[in-house]
């Protein structure tokens, strides 16, 4: 769909952080090995509100960003790509979050976050831009703003207008553990919200890790449903996803590439999906029209694995067609 044309889709609004990854300039090192560090936007929420506008689809993001000059570059990435910005706040006194990222030789990534607290962690409820929250179709968000407060709260407060008002709510908890208190606060406070939300993505990591079983099948991950919900997903890397839904469930398969660095790709996942959903949402109860979508989403991030860093590798959909095609 060509930006000009996608004036009439629906909003989908990402709720959370956006923060600095600061990459080692060589893969496969440790973090105090590196040589150097190239500083890549990120933050899973805004990569999935960016991923919505490269495929042509309406987004904007909603958070806190330090009043500093990192802040007001990562706010002029998200205007740069299309995002409506309207919801973002600055604040004064503390900084805007960076993360220290390496990619270990097989491509995953090792964490080391400076976060004390960072200014996403200190967005009130009162602070919110309720009139965009509410003009949301998809109201999507993770479980970092889950950690502390006044950020939990806010967190709640956007996720109950979002559903007043009707919009779809699209959860991916993107785990981080590293920035929890222990295991069993992470994994109770991301539980804490399951059952509000209408379409949940989980990693197989996350699935074992909410799961306690390292089975990535059928019966583990129905565990996690509940009553309200429309779909689950479990993505499974380059082996494409699982979904589930009430009347059916079933495999779609991935793609190979020369997989450079996975950032981002479960972001670029879920914006493909949701650009895909927003305006007709009847697509959850056809699995021919779900398993299409569900392939241009494994194509989307699978491209997202070819580059390094997340937002300069999300793609358009003419790149995820000439995949699909099997042009790449």
Known sequence: MAVNGASSSGLIVSFGEMLIDFVPTVSGVSLAEAPGFLKAPGGAPANVAIAVTRLGG????VGKLGDDEFGHMLAGILKTNGVKAEGINFDKGARTALAFVTLRADGEREFMFYRNPSADMLLTPAELNLDLIRSAKVFHYGSISLIVEPCRAAHMKAMEVAKEAGALLSYDPN????????AEEAKKQIKSIWDSADVIKVSDVELEFLTGSNKID???????????????????????????TKKFHGTVGGFHVKTVDTTGAGDSF???????????????EDEAR???????????????????????????????????????
């Open 290 to 328: 779900l398993k299409e979508v569900l392939r241009f989403s494994c194509a989307c991030g699978a491209i997202t694995t070819t580059k390094k860093g997340a937002i300069p590798a999300l793609p358009t959909a003419s790149e995820a067609l000439t995949l699909l095609k099997g042009g790449a």
């Open 270 to 284: 879920v914006g493909a999906l949701l650009t895909k959903i927003v305006d007709d949402q009847t697509i959850l």
């Open 175 to 182: 785990l981080r553990l590293p920035l929890w208190p222990s």
């Open 58 to 61: 309406k987004s904007a993001f």
């Open 218 to 244: 059928d019966e583990s991950a129905m565990s996690l449903w509940h009553p309200n919900l429309k779909l689950l997903l479990v993505t499974l890397g380059e082996k494409g996803c699982n979904y589930y």
